[in-house]
C-alpha cells in the first residue's frame, strides 16, 4: 500500500498560478501512477490529470489541457501539479490519487487540498 500526503494549494486571482504536491510514502511507489482529481462544491469529484512512472505517460482532461502540468520527482516520490491561468471554475478540493499499475481502479486517496481562483 501507499500513503499520500498534498501540500500547497491556496487562493488566487483569476489568471494566476498555483502549484500542489503530492508525496507518497510506502513500498514500491514507482509502480503506482499517481493523479489529481477535484471536487467541485456540489459536484461530483473529477479527473484532472495522472502521470505514470515515466515522464512521458501523462494524461490531462480537456479542461485544464495547456494550462495545467503534471510532473513527477522519482527521488522525492512526488508528483507536482503546476496550474496556470487559473479560472474562477478551477476552484475546488483537489485530491491525489494513485491506483496500482495496470488496474483501473483508484484505491488510495489523500485528504485534499483547497484551491480557490477568485474572479
Known amino acids: 500500500q501507499v500513503q499520500l500526503v498534498e501540500s500547497g494549494g491556496g487562493s488566487v486571482q483569476d489568471g494566476g498560478s498555483l502549484r500542489v504536491s503530492c508525496t507518497a510514502s510506502?513500498?514500491?511507489?514507482?509502480?503506482?501512477?499517481l493523479g489529481w482529481f477535484r471536487q467541485a462544491p456540489e459536484k461530483e469529484r473529477e479527473f484532472v490529470a495522472a502521470?505514470?512512472?515515466?515522464?512521458?505517460?501523462?494524461a490531462y482532461a480537456d479542461s485544464v489541457k495547456g494550462r495545467f502540468t503534471i510532473s513527477r520527482d522519482i527521488g522525492k516520490n512526488t508528483v507536482y501539479l503546476q496550474m496556470n491561468r487559473l479560472k474562477p471554475e478551477d476552484t475546488a478540493v483537489y485530491y491525489c490519487?494513485?491506483?496500482?499499475?495496470?488496474?483501473?481502479?483508484?484505491?488510495?486517496w489523500g485528504q485534499g487540498t483547497q484551491v480557490t481562483v477568485q474572479g
Open positions: 502521470i505514470a512512472y515515466g515522464p512521458t505517460s501523462t
Open positions: 510506502g513500498r514500491a511507489v514507482s509502480n503506482w501512477i
Open positions: 490519487a494513485a491506483k496500482w499499475r495496470g488496474t483501473q481502479e483508484w484505491t488510495v
